[in-house]
């Protein structure tokens, strides 16, 4: 193997097709829209990264980095992933998960630290499903939830800005609320490409306002459903209840066999406690638990780790391989 070093990427490297994705070192205008290539002696380009502006977090980047098929992979993500951090002003978010070995290396290698984990997050629906939501239908003072009306979509759009602030506020801070508002606006639009299915999704009303949702977005490549369930006020005393009456009606509203995809995050107790409820099958072979990592950066914050007293016992192992402490 050449050696491998890492450069700058220019137009000439985004053209080459064997390589998706690439575009060339300061793509736009401002600081953090750097991108690297990894080459060997020859020049042949071996791979790329770059890292991202998060606009929904502002203190960290996503990192995009691949490496072409063929080449050594360990190598050259490393260089390139040296090379990202001595360029970028803030800290670069990954989400290695527990059947990716190689990345969990990687991160563990630069000094990753954990910031969050989350369970499989597979359901499908099968009949311990439908006996779950026919257990949780109804609310505690007899309320269900029902259908979208599009006149209220500003309100669920504020409702899903509230609960996605508070939901991270402890471990990677959102945007400001009217910067969020806006970016998720479109998502929000009566026939918009990404907005959420109004026919899957549902709202649970209490005095008038709308106290809980479940959002249904477009379906993943594979078919799965992802669902977002939202509460006002965050971590209330019915919050659990009234999440639990729109996860039921969605699955009311599903056929045997759909899966939904449900995240939870293991900072959120209450939200962890309800998923850990619900029943599924074993989750899917390719879909364990998934660490979200914040590569550290010398001029950048540091990211806010993960307490000891949060890492649930089964997923130690992914925790192990991240942190280097395998055998």
Request: with cysteine.
């Amino acid at each position: 193997m050449h050696t491998v070093t890492a450069r700058p990427a220019t137009p000439a490297d985004a053209a080459d097709l064997a390589v998706d994705d690439l575009l060339p070192d300061r793509w736009r205008e401002g600081d953090n829209c750097r991108s690297v290539v990894a080459v060997d002696s020859t020049g042949r380009l071996l791979g790329h990264c770059r890292g991202i502006d998060n606009s929904f977090h502002p203190d960290s980047r996503s990192l995009v980095l691949e490496v072409r098929e063929g080449e050594p992979w360990a190598q050259v993500a490393d260089a390139l992933l040296a090379a990202q951090i001595a360029v970028s002003t803030l800290p670069l978010r990954l989400k290695p998960a527990a059947h990716e070995p190689e990345m969990l290396d990687l991160c563990a290698r630069h000094g990753g630290v954990l910031v969050q984990l989350m369970p499989p997050w597979r359901y499908m629906v099968d009949d311990s499903m439908r006996a779950w939501a026919a257990e949780h239908r109804t609310t505690n003072d007899g309320l269900r939830a029902g259908h979208v009306d599009d006149a209220r979509r500003e309100e669920m759009l504020d409702l899903y800005v509230e609960h996605y602030t508070a939901q991270h506020a402890r471990w990677s801070p959102a945007a400001r609320p009217t910067e969020l508002r806006a970016e998720n606006a479109p998502d929000f639009a009566p026939g918009g490409a990404g907005s959420f299915d109004p026919t899957r999704s549902v709202v649970l009303m209490r005095e008038k306002q709308i106290v809980a949702q479940a959002l249904a977005w477009p379906p993943e490549p594979d078919g799965g459903l992802e669902i977002s369930l939202e509460s006002t006020p965050h971590g209330g005393c019915a919050a659990r209840e009234d999440m639990e009456a729109c996860l039921a009606a969605v699955i009311d509203r599903s056929a045997d066999g759909d899966v939904l995809l449900i995240d939870s995050h293991v900072t959120e107790e209450l939200e962890s406690s309800m998923m850990r409820d619900v029943p599924g099958p074993p989750p899917h072979p390719a879909d364990t638990w998934t660490a979200i990592v914040g590569i550290p950066v010398p001029s950048g914050p540091a990211p806010t780790p993960l307490t000891d007293a949060q890492i649930p016992a089964d997923a130690m192992h992914l925790v192990e391989r991240l942190t280097g402490s395998l055998p």
